[in-house]
């Protein structure tokens, strides 16, 4: 068999195994890392040139195993078997060996080439396990490769043994179940009639006919022909008589004791030496009352420092934009060239000096949160409160990362296991102050009325997205199925890693919202030197002067505050044509208020939007749009009868 | 026993898994089987979930109320 031309080598593992950090330090930096369960929810692609060789490498979500209805862990399936790799690399963590082997062993027994990464030796070796890893190579016939991919060690000889199995192929040994369950399998494999979609190979076929028929995962093995099926029942009934327990318990218990069994073999643990201090530390992360506390001493920091880092940063940054347009102004008059000029500026000077300033320390911070681990942690500690509006701890990451960006967060509620409680958190999402409404409600409120107004307006907002939860889930009467969530362990955020996040966004942000903030910016000037914005004003006069105070030319700003949120804010130093600065000059503290909460609400941005159409339907993008106008106006009404 | 009526911090055995079939799947796929020994290691207040480490493969997982409930262990006796 001739090798491929590019081979595609697809990145298996179990949800904080170290895949995607892995992947990261073989494809460049491209894959997001992190330590929750099931980040890496859309799969990355990469084509590396390694000593001149090419491959396509390709990373994909976590998975526990290949028998699984989570809509984000179905992914792998449908590439592991409808586009056959050339090669799995098969990353463990070696710290919890036995756990990792499972998926192992049921990759062996689909029997494509590949290779086995045995990551985090570091972690492992200070829990006090030891393990041979030339052992673990000779029982299972693959090459195992001690790594630990946070630090690129031992990457160089995975890739060696890599090629060396696309080169030249491997004979993996598949460990045998009991007698009485493999008999069964035989009979399956035995009567798969000709013409049947084999995945790899009649064992593995056989074997997933047995576990998974009539659910998910069986979708990918095609109609299961009336004759057959009878036939898989009829083993299904007997192995079940036999056990005394479902077949795909007994197959799964099999697997679970051939990999305690290796682990066994192949590990040592040197007790005595187990790792206390982190253990200590998430006594304290999750203790009853002080877990509490520190969960909101970390909030409270969060927002103070990204307040206290962005504030200086944001007067530093604006002074020289101030002084061109000033500049400006005495050397082209008020004609159609200073008004092109100007919005350049504004649009330019606020996506510099306004957004970045708070934006930058905000991702900063996330991606630590994330990487230290405390977003699992955070959901454990408010599981209970999630309860209350009906979801669970697991929806608490995806919240979490909604302070971001909404649109990541709703991807990502594809963690969820059931359909109920994605719609429910996806629906709240858009409730959540995302980074973009963080800087208005800090560059006007923060800013103008202190930290503390901010701090309220972000506990006003927390209610509220309690409130919408509690009212939805009144509708949304299935129960949730509970919260299965993997806590892992804690590790020390990693600087390049951490960065390189915060970059992916500030990049993303800068790629795709600046041209918008400033095309919207030029926009308005024109809009204004012509006088059309008049009309938009006019026709929305009902709402901003009538229904919620604001001054009459704030109109236009609804109109781009729908393309992106942090544009209303620059918008609205253009459309009242005065400096940052200077604001308090022509618009109220109330109105400022008024105008951060009818912003920040009104509707989710275009992009929010969009993701909540594609992820879960037209129907509850619309409702979404509806209950933010709703909630946008009733606030709007009861900050102006407080105030 | 059902797990929430455990001891903390002893191992216990799991000595059967209740429950509809996804959630057997789910529990089972992140390793936790009939005859595991696990360890509760805290609980949250508000009858919020339950912390619960695998001792052979040492993972933890949090398990909501619900879930726990359908998880029997009995205490298993350290071999002295």
């Not at chain 1, 800068?510 to 024109?526: D, N």
Request: hydrophobic share 50%; glycine share 8%.
């Amino acid at each position: 068999m001739n090798p491929p031309e590019v081979p595609a080598v697809i990145f298996v593992g179990q949800p904080n195994s170290g895949k995607s950090t892995l992947f990261n330090s073989i494809a460049g930096h491209k894959a997001e890392t992190s330590n929750f369960p099931g980040t890496s929810i859309k799969h990355t692609h990469s084509r590396v040139n390694i000593g001149g060789r090419l491959l396509d490498v390709v990373d994909l979500p976590g998975t526990y195993s290949l028998c699984t209805s989570d809509p984000a862990e179905q992914v792998v399936l449908t590439h592991l078997f409808s586009e056959r790799p050339d090669l799995i690399v098969n990353v463990i963590d070696a710290s919890t060996l036995s756990r990792g082997l499972e998926l192992t062993l049921e990759l062996v027994e689909l029997g494509y080439p590949m290779v086995v990464a045995l990551n985090m030796m570091d972690v492992a070796e200070r829990k006090g396990i030891q393990v041979d890893p030339a052992k673990i190579e000779r029982l299972l016939g693959a090459p195992v490769v001690a790594t630990i991919a946070a630090h690129g060690r031992g990457v160089k000889e995975l890739l060696e043994r890599a090629f060396d199995v696309l080169d030249k192929g491997q004979s993996l040994r598949s460990p045998r179940f009991s007698d009485d369950v493999e008999e069964k399998v035989a009979e399956v494999e035995r009567l798969l009639p000709p013409g049947f979609p084999i995945v790899s190979n009649p064992r593995f076929t056989a074997i997933k006919l047995i576990e998974t028929a009539g659910h998910a995962c069986g979708d990918f093995l095609g109609e299961v022909e009336p004759g057959l099926r009878a036939t898989v029942d009829g083993v299904r009934r007997a192995i079940e008589e036999r056990r005394g327990a479902p077949a795909y318990e007994v197959i799964s218990a099999e697997r679970h004791h051939q990999a305690m069994k290796l682990a066994e073999e192949t590990s040592r643990v040197l007790h005595g030496k187990r790792m206390t201090w982190d253990k200590k530390v998430d006594a304290v992360l999750m203790h009853p009352v002080l877990g509490y506390l520190i969960l909101a001493a970390v909030f409270l920091a969060f927002f103070f420092i990204i307040f206290k880092v962005g504030n200086p940063l944001e007067t530093l940054l604006i002074g020289p934009f101030n002084s061109l347009k000033a500049a400006l102004a005495a050397r082209l008059g008020s004609g159609l060239l200073f008004s092109l000029a100007e919005g350049l500026i504004q649009g330019v000077g606020g996506g510099v000096a306004i957004v970045l300033p708070y934006f930058l320390p905000l991702l900063f911070l996330m991606a630590v949160l994330e990487d230290l681990g405390y977003l699992a942690r955070a959901g454990f500690l408010l599981d209970a409160f999630m309860h209350r509006i009906g979801l669970h701890g697991k929806s608490v990451s995806p919240f979490i990362l909604g302070f971001g960006c909404n649109v990541p967060a709703i991807v990502s509620t594809r963690i969820l296991e059931s359909q109920r409680d994605r719609v429910l958190t996806s629906i709240l999402i858009p409730f959540i102050p995302c980074s973009a409404r963080t800087t208005i409600v800090l560059a006007l409120v923060a800013f103008y009325l202190g930290p503390l107004w901010a701090m309220g307006f972000y506990a006003v907002n927390i209610l509220i997205v309690a409130v919408v939860g509690w009212v939805i889930s009144r509708f949304l009467k299935e129960p949730s199925p509970g919260l299965i969530l993997e806590i892992p362990s804690l590790k020390a955020p990693r600087i390049s890693s951490v960065l390189r996040k915060t970059w992916l966004q500030v990049y993303s942000f800068v790629r795709f919202a600046w041209p918008i903030l400033i095309a919207g910016s030029l926009v308005l000037s024109l809009l204004n030197y012509f006088r059309a914005d008049r009309w938009i004003n006019d026709v929305l006069a009902p709402l901003i002067v009538k229904g919620l105070g604001l001054p009459h030319d704030l109109g236009v700003t609804l109109v781009f505050g729908f393309l992106r949120k942090e544009l209303s804010l620059i918008m609205m130093l253009q459309a009242l044509g005065v400096d940052y600065q200077n604001l308090m000059t022509v618009i109220t503290r109330e109105q400022i208020v008024v105008f951060t909460v009818f912003i920040s609400f009104f509707i989710p941005c275009l992009s929010t939007f969009v993701i909540l159409w594609k992820e879960i339907g037209k129907k509850w993008a619309f409702v979404s749009a509806g209950m933010s106008i709703a909630v946008a106006l009733a606030l709007s009404w009861v900050v102006r009868l407080v105030l | 026993m059902t797990l929430l009526d455990a001891p903390h911090g002893t191992p216990l055995r799991i000595v059967d898994l209740a429950g509809g079939e996804s959630v057997r799947r789910r529990l089972m796929a992140m390793g936790f089987h009939k005859d595991d020994v696990v360890e509760l290691d805290g609980k949250a207040i508000f009858r919020g979930p339950l912390l619960v480490r695998n001792c052979t493969s040492d993972t933890t997982i949090a398990l909501g109320r619900g879930v726990a409930q359908k998880v029997l262990v009995e205490p298993v006796h350290e071999p002295s």
